[in-house]
């Protein structure tokens, strides 16, 4: 058991540290739009440049995660990061920041698939729900607080932030060189070779598909949310740097804690499909409400809630899907990486070209596309082969 939590806790901390170096960026975007002189249309790229590089490389490295283990990609992955990192933070080119965000996607492609496998390996249907909650959480904390972090750190110059960040990328790879051990999976080496041709064509079975999609989905309207929030709220109400870290972290924390306190709970008496659905709707009540705001309180207040809604949503949806992926789980963790990405490159994109219209567009329309998640879950039929917490809160429910 203390080897179990050493993992499990290193396992979260290599993700808490790879997603805070992702949302390091955010509070220093509106300086960098001044320093560089570019448009939200062009931020909206460089948030993209992130995610074509995942989407292109995740499907490879959830393979590879199966083929060649977990710990290797992980190490892989830690430093690819650091060295993104480093390289945002010397590089003064638009250019070199392109080619940054691209190198830290490939890092994040190697880390999640791998990091989500291990967590399946090292787990049971009893204790991987709660795992895969406190994963979820080490990702949204990371993402959110990063900001925040970032924010604070920025006060002593712009590229500082990344500096910290590659360090830590660099200290978590040297940690898990010594401390990880690669998982046993006897299991999965005695499966038959067609195993895995049958798993694509599981893709598009209904308990997968509708999975997928609403992966895509929510994170097409969280990313069309998060990577111009700094924006929106130095443009419409003056927020400084610290200001905008002062709100995402205490979001981030508020979202955390809730998602810690919440989600085992809450999967248990409804499942992961009702969990989903009523995440959705508060996320995209919140968003809408995001545009309405007029006071630094009523920010706060919206921003802290709203991330409950997303942080449940998250953990849902992957518990759904490694209750469903037997011995694949390397393989379904690279596709959930991969319509993640899908939804990272053309969020930012359309909220960039929107911001330059109007800065309440793109929550405008972050706020529909989750209502089509919404409608979504209406149609997202049941099968034989349901998650055991859906059978579980459906028979709790008679």
Do not use: C
């Amino acid at each position: 058991m203390k080897a179990y939590k050493v993992t499990l806790g290193l396992l979260l901390l290599n993700l808490f540290i790879a997603f805070l170096g992702i949302g390091l960026v955010i509070p220093v975007l509106p300086t960098l739009m001044n320093e560089l002189g570019i448009t939200g249309t062009t931020v909206g790229y460089l948030t993209a440049a992130f995610a074509i590089a995942q989407l292109v490389v995740s499907p490879m490295a959830g393979k590879a995660a199966d083929q060649f283990g977990r710990k290797k990609m992980i190490i892989i992955g830690l430093f690819i990061f650091g060295a993104s990192e480093f390289l945002f933070g010397m590089g003064k080119e638009i250019e070199i920041l392109f080619i940054s965000r691209m190198l830290g996607g490939v890092s994040a492609a190697f880390i999640m698939p791998a990091v989500t496998a291990f967590i399946a390996d090292i787990t049971n249907l009893e204790t991987r729900p709660k795992a895969l909650g406190y994963m979820s959480a080490a990702i949204s904390t990371g993402f959110i607080i990063g900001p925040g972090i970032g924010g604070f750190l920025a006060e002593f110059g712009t590229r500082i932030p990344f500096f910290f960040a590659g360090g830590l990328g660099a200290l978590a790879a040297v940690l898990s060189i010594f401390l990880l051990s690669e998982p046993d999976r006897s299991e999965v080496h005695n499966e038959k070779e067609t195993e895995g041709q049958v798993s694509v064509k599981r893709i598009f079975a209904p308990k997968y598909s509708y999975a997928f999609l609403l992966i895509f989905i929510t994170s097409f309207g969280l990313a069309a949310f998060e990577s111009f929030f700094s924006l929106f709220v130095d443009h419409k109400f003056h927020f400084q740097p610290s200001d905008i870290a002062i709100v995402i972290t205490g979001g981030a924390i508020f979202g955390a804690v809730s998602q810690v306190i919440l989600f085992d709970k809450l999967t248990r008496i409804w499942g992961e499909i009702k969990l989903i659905r009523y995440s959705l709707i508060l996320s995209a009540l919140l968003v809408f409400l995001m545009t309405v705001a007029h006071s630094y309180f009523t920010i706060l207040l919206v921003t802290f809630i709203v991330f409950v809604g997303f942080d449940l949503f998250r953990p849902a949806v992957t518990s759904y899907l490694s209750n469903n992926a037997g011995n694949e789980q390397g393989f379904i963790g690279g596709m959930n990486s991969m319509f993640t990405s899908l939804a990272n490159i053309s969020g930012p994109i359309i909220g960039g070209v929107l911001f330059d219209l109007d800065i309440n567009y793109p929550y405008y329309f972050s706020t529909v596309i989750l209502a089509l998640g919404i409608v979504l879950t209406w149609f997202w039929t049941k099968s034989t082969n349901d998650s055991p917490n859906e059978v579980k809160a459906s028979v709790a429910n008679q």
